[in-house]
Nanobody, 124 residues
Framework: QVQLVESGGGLVQAGDSLRLSCAAS????????MGWFRQAPGKEREFVAA????????YYVDSVKGRFTISRDNAKNTVYLQMNSLKPEDTAVYYC?????????????????WGQGTQVTVSS
């Protein structure tokens, strides 16, 4: 069992930066691939970024490439999402998720555990 708690969301202006954190419980954090997803009102949950267990490989949706960076600190059981040059279209609830065995990093169905989400609002 893994419990995930996101933090770091907030209200910012376009062009600003935010860093989201996701703290995981348990001693097996390094066994899980981690992902960030987001969901805007009236829209489906969307893949944002993911990182392999060791942190050696990262994946991003095209719309955030060059602006967002996912990283993890296995010693702190935490995954981060650094978001720079934020745009109004980045406004959503952001969720972190953990997957023990995964083939398609962008598929929410492959993740086993989810956090409760943190709101990010970007004003124009």
């Amino acid at each position: 069992q893994v419990q995930l708690v996101e933090s770091g969301g907030g209200l910012v202006q376009a062009g600003d930066s935010l860093r989201l954190s996701c703290a995981a419980s348990g001693r097996t954090f390094s066994s899980y691939a981690m992902g960030w997803f987001r969901q805007a009102p009236g829209k489906e949950r969307e893949f944002v970024a993911a990182i392999r267990r060791s942190g050696s490989n990262t994946y991003y949706v095209d719309s955030v490439k060059g602006r967002f960076t996912i990283s993890r600190d296995n010693a702190k059981n935490t995954v981060y999402l650094q978001m720079n040059s934020l745009k109004p279209e980045d406004t959503a609830v952001y969720y972190c998720a953990a997957a023990f065995s995964i083939a398609r990093m962008e598929s929410p169905k492959e993740y086993d555990y989810w956090g409760q989400g943190t709101q990010v609002t970007v004003s124009s």
